[in-house]
Each structure stands twice: as structure tokens, then as C-alpha cells.
T-cell receptor, first 116, second 113 residues
Framework: ETGVTQTPRHLVMGMTNKKSLKCEQH?????MYWYKQSAKKPLELMFV???????ENNSVPSRFSPECPNSSHLFLHLHTLQPEDSALYLC???????????????FGPGTRLTVT | AQSVTQLGSHVSVSEGALVLLRCNYS??????LFWYVQYPNQGLQLLLK??????LVKGINGFEAEFKKSETSFHLTKPSAHMSDAAEYFC???????????FGAGTQVVVTP
């Protein structure tokens, strides 16, 4: 595997289900991100992890719970979601030096989530 | 705080014609600027970026962009459109703080024969 991979690619879940999204980066980067991409809305940054520590949580509802067990893996645990949470969830990684933000982010293909 | 405005949510261009996508930004500190492309059912792919130095930046697939500080712009161009350029394009700005990118709303490009 190369780059950033995400599983599953598609997920349909009921409002009472619990599921998890998985992201893996094979680039040796030290920062990972979760984004939400909804129709008609700009990409929304949800969480930022640097060296496995969360450095940003953009006022995301608690029904989304991130986990970063090591620098290569990032999870997004989902529970009691709402229909408006249906979206494409993108994972990205980058190599950050001092948190300057000058390096590009590499994106995975995303997980298309539908909440019924 | 920073923000990005992309002018035009949809652009239609003839094959072989100039592609011009407009991006204006605001930032309280010197920005880092990026253009990404998203093809259907895929993630975002970097086209080019500006950090420091030369203000005309060349990217992949024949795209280039020019950073104009006085106009707070970072427009993307390609001299001759190809059918494979049909995609959605995003301008983004970063102003430090662990790579927090602020994305524009995106511009959907349609290429007609």
C-alpha cells in the first residue's frame, strides 16, 4: 500500500449504530487529519493529530470520537449519528516541522457515509 | 484568522481553451497557499503550492498559479484545457498552527469538446 488509505470506502449505518472509520498513512508523516466534506459546503477540518496527540478539535459533536494509536493510524469512532452527518469523510497526513503549515497534506480517497 | 474565496462555483471551458480559476484570500500573517484537485470518488490531490520565493508557481498537469500579495490573489491557470481536467478544484490557505488549511468552496470545471 502507498499513500493514505481509508476503509471502508462506503458505509451505511442507522442512527443507533456504532461504527469506526480507519485511516492509515504509509508516508512516514507526523501529523494526521480528519475532514468532513458535505455537498454545498467547504471542507471542514474536524481533528488534527500531531505525533499521536490531538492538537485541534474544531467544535465537533461528541458523537464523533477520534483515536490515534500511533503515527500511522487514525480512527474515527461514530455513534448515535444524525442524518445530517451523512458526508464524505477524508483523512489526510502531512509532515509538519514546528507546526508551520507549509507542507502539503496528502489525502485518502475518503469514506462515503450515509446515516439512515 | 484566514479565509478563502473562490469566484465561480462552476466553470465551463472548451477543450484547448484557457482555464482560469480565481482565488482570493485573507490572512493576518504571510500565507502558504495551495491548489488541490478532486476527481469523482477520489480524495484531494495537490496541484501546486506557494510558500516563499518565486511568485509564479508551476504544478502538475500543466497548471500554474501566481501569488499577488497586493491583490491577495492566487489564481490558477492552464493554457489549454484537456478533457481530463474536468474535476473540482479547491484553493486553500494555511497560516501556521499545525497545517490547519482553510479551504475555499471549490470550483467545478466542465470541459466541452
Amino acid at each position: 500500500e502507498t499513500g493514505v488509505t481509508q476503509t471502508p470506502r462506503h458505509l451505511v449505518m442507522g442512527m443507533t449504530n456504532k461504527k469506526s472509520l480507519k485511516c492509515e498513512q504509509h508516508l512516514g508523516h507526523n501529523a494526521m487529519y480528519w475532514y468532513k466534506q458535505s455537498a454545498k459546503k467547504p471542507l471542514e477540518l474536524m481533528f488534527v493529530y500531531s505525533l499521536e496527540e490531538r492538537v485541534e478539535n474544531n467544535s465537533v459533536p461528541s458523537r464523533f470520537s477520534p483515536e490515534c494509536p500511533n503515527s500511522s493510524h487514525l480512527f474515527l469512532h461514530l455513534h448515535t449519528l444524525q442524518p445530517e452527518d451523512s458526508a464524505l469523510y477524508l483523512c489526510a497526513s502531512s509532515q509538519e516541522v514546528g507546526g508551520a503549515g507549509e507542507n502539503e497534506q496528502y489525502f485518502g480517497p475518503g469514506t462515503r457515509l450515509t446515516v439512515t | 484568522a484566514q479565509s478563502v474565496t473562490q469566484l465561480g462555483s462552476h466553470v465551463s471551458v472548451s477543450e484547448g481553451a484557457l482555464v482560469l480559476l480565481r482565488c482570493n484570500y485573507s490572512s493576518s500573517v504571510p500565507p502558504y497557499l495551495f491548489w488541490y484537485v478532486q476527481y469523482p470518488n477520489q480524495g484531494l490531490q495537490l496541484l501546486l503550492k506557494y510558500t516563499t520565493g518565486a511568485t509564479l508557481v508551476k504544478g502538475i498537469n500543466g497548471f500554474e498559479a501566481e501569488f499577488k500579495k497586493s491583490e491577495t490573489s492566487f489564481h490558477l491557470t492552464k493554457p489549454s484545457a484537456h478533457m481530463s481536467d474536468a474535476a473540482e478544484y479547491f484553493c486553500a490557505v494555511s497560516a501556521g498552527s499545525w497545517g490547519k488549511l482553510q479551504f475555499g468552496a471549490g470550483t467545478q470545471v466542465v470541459v466541452t469538446p
